[in-house]
């Protein structure tokens, strides 16, 4: 168990030192090249709200209804009634499937009918900005010993807008390719297998940002360096889209949700997809010898996703309460043990099942680590960009 704890505390150190390496998410910012796993994690300077938080989080009040917007698998059924058990309050979820999804949802009513949700990092300043749907941070209703450090200190500069930090750190991971090892045992060198023939009608990904990403890693572009400039990110997201349109006929459909990618591989439908990390990883506890998550030659997308409360929420104190509760390790644990995510709950790892742990060195060791390509701050252009290619191959699609 000391190996295992080892090789996921190896892990981390890593992505600490990538999100050192970040700018605010104001700037938009080439990614960061990863620094050696066996250095020291670099710890960011807190804010100076930061430093005045508490260690201790005075207690919320019971009962009530708290509303969650969150991804599939970042509130298990068992955690949300042990939550309900110990505070008397009741929750509500609803899902989303990607970013801009969430943020339409919170714009459209500036929050209201949500009281916490978890938006990917890079889109945290920058919703703020445009639409007013976040409030800031409350440090002194978080116990901050229950995350890990770097990633706190992390997490609140990145999402800092006008001096005010906006998210906390919650689960973190990578996006790349899972391939069928009895079907395709050859796919996964590069994001291009995607458009290869001889899988023809077995191949899914989303029609999402992370596509776009990956398609122009693998046709030679860095979109991290493009989206500085408005033309030249319009240059490089058409020549995305362009190869996406053409690898049309290869692919079987765009997969939404995780429970869709699990049905679509486990009934043989797809062979070659790409996938969140943790999806892959279930499968391959589940079906060992069938699924390998595979990280190509360009490196997988990065990413992490935080706790934000919203500008309309009803229900604060509950919000906090529920962070308190799910960053305790024994609760962040059973996120890690049955979805696969990976957590900035202090503590955590050390409870992960031998078997994660393993699957996790295995598919994503240090070597894999460095050539993560992390989410990269959008300005507004950037995001109507993607929007308007997104449509224009899904439009094609019907053709």
């Known amino acids: 168990m000391k ?12 992505l600490v030192l990538a999100l050192a390496a970040c700018a605010s998410p104001s700037q938009p910012t080439k990614a960061p090249e990863q620094p050696a796993a066996t250095q020291a994690p670099a710890q960011p300077a807190a804010t100076e709200a930061a430093t005045e938080a508490p260690t201790k989080a005075p207690a919320a009040s019971s009962g009530g209804l708290l509303r969650m917007l969150t991804w599939e698998g970042y509130a298990p059924e068992e955690l949300v009634d042990k939550f309900t058990k110990e505070t008397g309050i009741k929750v509500e979820i609803t899902y989303i499937g990607d970013n801009n999804e969430l943020i339409a949802k919170m714009a459209a009513t500036k929050g209201v009918g949500f009281d916490l949700v978890s938006p990917t990092l890079n889109y945290v300043a920058t919703a703020q900005e445009q639409f007013g749907i976040y409030q800031p941070i409350d440090l002194t ?13 992390s997490i609140l500069k990145n999402s800092e807008y006008q001096g005010k930090p906006y998210a906390l750190p919650f689960v973190w991971g990578t996006t790349a390719m899972v391939v069928n090892l009895e079907k395709a045992p050859d796919a996964g060198k590069s994001y291009l297998d995607l458009c290869d023939p001889k899988y023809k009608g077995r191949v899914s990904y989303r029609a999402k940002y992370d596509t776009l990403y990956m398609f122009a890693y693998a046709l030679g572009y860095d979109p991290a360096e493009a989206v500085k400039n408005e033309d030249e990110y319009r240059k490089v997201m058409d020549a995305v889209r362009d190869k996406m349109i053409e690898c049309k006929p290869i692919v079987r459909t765009y997969w939404d949700s995780r429970q869709q990618l699990e049905d679509l591989l486990k009934n043989d439908e797809v062979w070659v997809a790409t996938s969140w990390d943790a999806i892959a990883w279930t499968l391959m506890k589940e079906y060992p010898n069938k699924f390998k998550y595979v990280v190509p030659k360009e490196g997988a997308v990065g990413w992490f996703d935080t706790f934000a409360i919203s500008a309309g929420a009803e229900n604060v104190d509950a919000a906090y309460k529920w962070i308190n509760f799910i960053m305790k390790p024994e609760n962040a644990a059973v996120i890690i043990n049955k979805t696969g995510y990976q957590t900035a709950s202090e503590g955590a790892v050390e409870l992960a099942s031998p078997e994660m742990a393993k699957i996790v060195a295995e598919t994503l060791p240090p070597e894999k680590m460095k050539t993560i390509k992390w989410y990269f701050p959008l ?10 290619v997104l449509e224009q191959v899904k439009a094609a699609e019907s053709k």
């Open 3 to 14: 190996r295992q704890f080892w090789i996921l505390s190896l892990l981390a150190v890593v």
């Open 379 to 388: 300005p507004p252009y950037a995001q109507d960009i993607q929007a308007d």
């Open 141 to 153: 209703k978080v116990n901050k010993d229950l995350f890990i450090p770097a990633y706190w200190d």
